[in-house]
């Protein structure tokens, strides 16, 4: 976690990092879908990221086009309705690798359900070497399984992928003791311990997902994805954000 300004080493504290999003970021203000503008913007925020020298993954939400519990709970069969979650997420990968490759960016998308015509299938081996090349990998359709979120699969990733952290892009600038929208004198944390996420309920991500990055000693930060130039200037050590270890 030191800063590397020498040689061919990125100047920043990490050189390999997993940047989580939900599938709502890419909606904008429209309520739901995709909204290609914001996607764009999104993408230069990873462009910015990517010049930098550090190699990145990204794992996508597909709350904006179908959600798999709420699907559940208006009486679908769970399982079912995961996979449909799932499929969302692709659709929301292959959106940002359309976005990434305008900017020049290589990309590959990988997905955890084999559909070889869209995605390449996931090989951890192969996806490291993909990095290793300076390409970005999106990583798709969870971990193909139902029951798993993809807060789950973005820890479970970053851990195969021997990722430095995790960047949580949400829409408040870290975390905090309770709503910060909802009440004006919610406290943000600028360090949290995994248990105490834990144990307060805070959300950050589900509780599989912080237990696996606990275990791993893999530390979560927690931004403001709306904030422009926060996802490079973190990595510089700068700007507002919470980090979970």
Same mark, same amino acid.
């Given at each position: 976690?030191?800063?590397?300004?020498?040689?061919? #080493? *990125?100047? +920043?504290?990490?050189?390999?990092?997993?940047? %989580?999003?939900?599938?709502?970021?890419?909606?904008?203000?429209? #309520?739901?879908?995709?909204?290609? *503008? +914001?996607?764009?913007?999104?993408?230069?925020?990873?462009?910015?990221?990517?010049?930098?020298?550090?190699?990145?993954?990204?794992?996508?939400?597909?709350?904006?086009?179908?959600?798999?519990?709420?699907?559940?709970?208006?009486?679908?069969?769970? +399982? =079912?309705?995961?996979?449909?979650?799932?499929?969302?997420?692709?659709?929301?990968?292959?959106?940002?690798?359309?976005?990434?490759?305008?900017?020049?960016?290589?990309?590959?998308?990988?997905?955890?359900?084999?559909?070889?015509?869209?995605?390449?299938?996931?090989?951890?081996?192969?996806? @490291?070497?993909?990095?290793? &090349? %300076?390409?970005?990998?999106?990583?798709?359709? #969870?971990?193909?399984?139902?029951?798993?979120?993809?807060?789950?699969?973005? +820890?479970?990733?970053?851990?195969?992928?021997?990722?430095?952290?995790?960047? &949580?892009? =949400? %829409?408040?600038?870290? @975390?905090?003791?309770?709503? *910060? &929208?909802?009440?004006?004198?919610?406290?943000?944390?600028?360090?949290?311990?995994?248990?105490?996420?834990?144990?307060?309920?805070?959300?950050?991500?589900?509780?599989?997902?912080?237990?696996?990055?606990?275990?791993?000693?893999? *530390?979560?930060?927690?931004?403001?994805?709306?904030?422009?130039?926060?996802?490079?200037?973190?990595?510089?050590? %700068?700007?507002?954000?919470?980090?979970?270890?």
């Amino acid at each position: 976690m030191t800063d590397d300004t020498s040689g061919d #080493g *990125p100047a +920043t504290r990490y050189s390999r990092v997993l940047l %989580k999003i939900s599938g709502e970021a890419l909606m904008g203000d429209q #309520g739901y879908g995709l909204h290609p *503008p +914001t996607v764009a913007r999104i993408a230069r925020e990873v462009q910015s990221v990517h010049e930098l020298g550090v190699e990145i993954c990204m794992v996508i939400g597909g709350g904006n086009i179908f959600r798999g519990l709420q699907g559940s709970a208006q009486g679908m069969e769970r +399982t =079912t309705a995961d996979y449909m979650g799932m499929l969302a997420t692709v659709m929301n990968a292959l959106a940002m690798q359309a976005a990434l490759e305008a900017l020049g960016i290589h990309t590959r998308v990988i997905s955890a359900i084999r559909m070889d015509e869209v995605a390449e299938p996931y090989i951890r081996r192969r996806a @490291v070497r993909h990095l290793e &090349k %300076k390409r970005v990998c999106i990583f798709a359709a #969870g971990t193909g399984n139902p029951y798993f979120t993809t807060d789950t699969a973005a +820890t479970l990733r970053a851990n195969e992928m021997s990722c430095e952290a995790i960047f &949580k892009g =949400t %829409k408040v600038d870290g @975390v905090y003791d309770k709503d *910060p &929208k909802a009440h004006a004198d919610a406290k943000r944390f600028d360090r949290i311990s995994y248990d105490d996420v834990l144990a307060q309920h805070l959300g950050v991500m589900d509780a599989s997902a912080i237990a696996l990055a606990r275990d791993n000693d893999l *530390p979560i930060i927690v931004f403001s994805l709306d904030e422009p130039g926060g996802f490079r200037g973190i990595l510089a050590g %700068k700007g507002t954000f919470t980090i979970v270890e």
